[in-house]
């Protein structure tokens, strides 16, 4: 049996008596891509923060590769292999594509010493490497303040997977995309889940289906059922949670 990568148990977040997260209880493998569904409010965002140290659990604990980062800063949790995307797209805009990239390979982040630091090969062929797998390679060396939205959100998965983490949290990566972006990050993801573990936030169910192995329905804070696109599409717990009222849909 492969050991999880990522595991909460009975994981609770609670705000003024309000559980943002209830008792949760989810795992994940090494080299999984998982995409985590539910209503707003199901509490998606929290359990993101939950996972990287940004908020620390009421009760329950979150282990990474077997250990419990409960006690752990968000920037140890980082060091430890756990990447995060969010929604909008943090890039620095004035610097090239490549020169982004460089700076998040760095492991000192300074700005002005990564960018006049003389590159070796290897790390010059790494960041070539990063720039064709993320699509951006024959605009490299343009402002990122010049790249379209998905491009900027391609650029910035680019930017986590530079500090090569084994986990990535992936926030609402297509949210105001155009349908050839939103396939280009989505054709990017299963890519990266060849050599990655990857947990994906989404509402666009199309996007879902694009990529989705395993789908998880969280609701009011805890996970109401698990499975392939087609399953939770029609369980009926998933369809009374989103519609209001239970009924069947075609998928």
Do not use: W
Request: with cysteine; hydrophobic share 35%.
């Amino acid at each position: 049996m492969t050991d999880s990568i990522l595991i909460t148990e009975n994981l609770t977040k609670e705000f003024d008596g309000f559980k943002a997260i209830n008792n949760l209880n989810f795992s994940m493998e090494p080299g999984e891509l998982r995409v985590v569904i539910g209503p707003n409010g199901a509490g998606k965002t929290t359990f993101l923060d939950l996972i990287t140290g940004k908020t620390k659990p009421t009760t329950g604990q979150v282990l990474y590769k077997g250990k419990k980062v409960r006690r752990y800063s968000e920037e140890k949790i980082s060091r430890l292999g756990i990447g995060r995307k969010f929604q909008t797209p943090r890039v620095y805009l004035n610097l090239t594509a490549r020169e982004n990239l460089e700076l998040a390979a760095s492991k000192h982040k300074n700005v002005l010493g990564t960018l006049f630091k003389q590159r070796t090969k290897d790390e010059r062929d790494r960041v070539g490497i990063l720039l064709e797998t993320i699509g951006l390679a024959v605009k490299a060396d343009r402002p990122a303040d010049l790249l379209s939205h998905g491009e900027k959100q391609r650029l910035e998965i680019g930017m986590l997977v530079a500090q090569s983490p084994d986990l990535l949290l992936v926030d609402e990566p297509v949210a105001g995309l155009t349908d050839e972006e939103t396939e280009n990050v989505g054709n990017l993801l299963v890519t990266l889940a060849e050599s990655h573990a990857i947990l994906v936030i989404e509402h666009d169910m199309e996007f879902v289906r694009q990529i989705a192995r395993k789908v998880t329905v969280l609701h009011q804070g805890s996970v109401l059922c698990e499975g392939t696109i087609d399953e939770v599409q029609n369980d009926p717990k998933v369809i009374e949670v989103y519609l209001g009222q239970p009924r069947s849909v075609d998928s």
